[in-house]
């Protein structure tokens, strides 16, 4: 079956350590997104990418990384730089099309200790 | 300003009736769409329903239908006969622009946490 695939499910860090979260779709979807959750809050745009090898800053995208070098593969990179990083992340792909909207991966739940 | 404003942070609704949840909406673009996602304990995100700007009736799949209203700048999601299965965090969403323009970009409001009781 298609859909995305994010992994780990959940992920520790150590103050100063870069963690990358990992997201892959099999659904042939162009574009792809990188979203946090806070406790209380709807979802922000990280980053995203609506094509190979380009990818746009989103509205918190400071201390995050990405790459888009394969169509199937967004991983987002939290880096030492984003002061709290501790949130629950989701990765979403679309495709161009008027009436559809995301299909999401489950989350990645991130730690800082 | 938010461009999407869901202003009951928790709702509660007895099994079997019906529950409208609301959201309002800011743009100055002509062209947008509107969208109800479920959130459960677990996650996951569960696209529930979808209203386009120049769509003439309101959408309805199932149980949940969208109480569209342009000249007020509403999408309140109504959920009819509501089972324990429903609980959840419901999210408004809204795109802007042409999708071939800007992408399928999302904005979220905050949420609306629905707890259906027996």
């Known amino acids: 079956d298609g859909g995305i695939t994010q992994s780990p499910k959940y992920l520790f860090r150590k103050e100063g350590q870069n963690v990358t979260l990992s997201c892959e779709q099999n659904?042939?979807?162009?574009?792809m997104y990188w979203y946090r959750q806070d406790p209380g809050q709807g979802l922000r745009l990280i980053y995203y990418?609506?094509?190979?090898?380009?990818?746009q800053k989103g509205d918190i995208a400071e201390g995050y990384s990405v790459s888009r070098e394969k169509k199937e593969s967004f991983p987002l990179t939290v880096t030492s730089a984003q002061k709290n990083p501790t949130a629950f992340y989701l990765c979403a792909s679309s495709s161009q099309g008027g009436s559809s909207g995301y299909t999401f991966g489950s989350g990645t739940r991130l730690t800082v200790v | 300003a938010q461009k999407i404003t869901q202003t009951q942070p928790g709702m509660f609704v007895q099994e079997k009736e019906a529950v409208t949840l609301d959201c309002t909406y800011d743009?100055?673009?002509?062209?947008?769409?509107l969208f109800w996602y479920k959130q459960p304990s677990s996650g996951e995100m569960i696209f529930l329903i979808y209203?386009?700007?120049?769509?003439?009736q309101n959408a309805t799949e199932g149980r949940y239908s969208l109480n569209f209203q342009k000249a007020r700048k509403s999408a309140n999601l109504v959920i009819s006969a509501s089972q324990l299965g429903d609980s959840a965090m419901y999210f408004c969403a809204m795109r802007e622009g042409m999708v071939t323009g800007g992408g399928n970009k999302l904005t979220f409001g905050t949420g609306t946490q629905l707890k259906v009781e027996l």
């Open positions: 209203q386009g700007s120049y769509d003439q």
């Open positions: 990418s609506q094509i190979v090898n380009d990818f």
């Open positions: 659904l042939n979807h162009d574009a």
């Open positions: 743009t100055s673009d002509p062209s947008y769409g």
